[in-house]
């Protein structure tokens, strides 16, 4: 397959998360048992959607677990994000587990062989994505405000991930133009020079 590097398209992901959310949220607890699936998705279609406009094969299994990579990286917190130093200590932290993963999807695709390396990675990212959904869980759930509390954290939450997304997608790209130590060297230098 040809790469597809048309530029993303932010605000069809944002007002679709927005509706997700106002809907959710309107139904209290029970909604989020819908929305949160729902909206998590429509996030894995923005990022997929940055990963293509980066010259990524949103088809190929290497991106698709660059993408669940995304939400392991961004954290709620302004250190926590693709932006600051941490972003190649979680990518160092994830790299085992996601090359494990790729290398079995590779070579047996999705059997139940593969399903320790997978389930290892999905683990790893749950874990730190967990956190932001039950801070989102929460704010949704006010009393009279949810639907309104849910579009507006969904429109949080998109924007987040999006920028995150544009990040990491815009970082592989420059690592197959330039390779990975030359990135890496640039990014200290840049990273020492904002302190």
């Not at 809907?23 to 729902?38: D, K, M, R, S």
């Not at 998590?40 to 990524?56: C, F, K, N």
């Not at 006010?142 to 429109?155: K, S, W």
Request: with cysteine; glycine share 10%; charged share 20%.
């Amino acid at each position: 397959l040809k790469n597809d590097r048309r530029s993303p398209s932010p605000r069809l992901h944002k007002v679709l998360g927005s509706v997700s959310g106002a809907g959710g949220g309107a139904f209290g607890l029970p909604g989020l048992t819908v929305e949160i699936p729902l909206s998590t998705v429509l996030i894995m279609r923005a990022i997929l959607d940055h990963a293509r406009a980066e010259g990524e094969n949103i088809h190929a299994a290497e991106t698709r677990i660059a993408a669940l990579e995304v939400f392991a990286l961004g954290g709620s917190s302004p250190t926590d994000d693709a932006t600051e130093s941490g972003y190649f200590a979680v990518r160092a932290m994830l790299a085992s587990t996601v090359g494990e993963a790729a290398r079995h999807l590779a070579q047996k695709g999705l059997s139940t062989e593969g399903a320790p390396a997978l389930v290892r990675l999905i683990a790893m990212v749950a874990a730190r994505y967990k956190v932001q959904l039950t801070q989102k869980a929460a704010g949704m759930l006010v009393p009279g405000l949810g639907a309104a509390a849910g579009a507006t954290i969904n429109l949080m939450f998109m924007q987040h991930f999006q920028d995150v997304s544009c990040g990491h997608f815009t970082v592989r790209r420059l690592e197959r133009e330039y390779g990975s130590a030359a990135v890496r060297s640039a990014w200290e230098l840049l990273d020492g020079q904002t302190r």
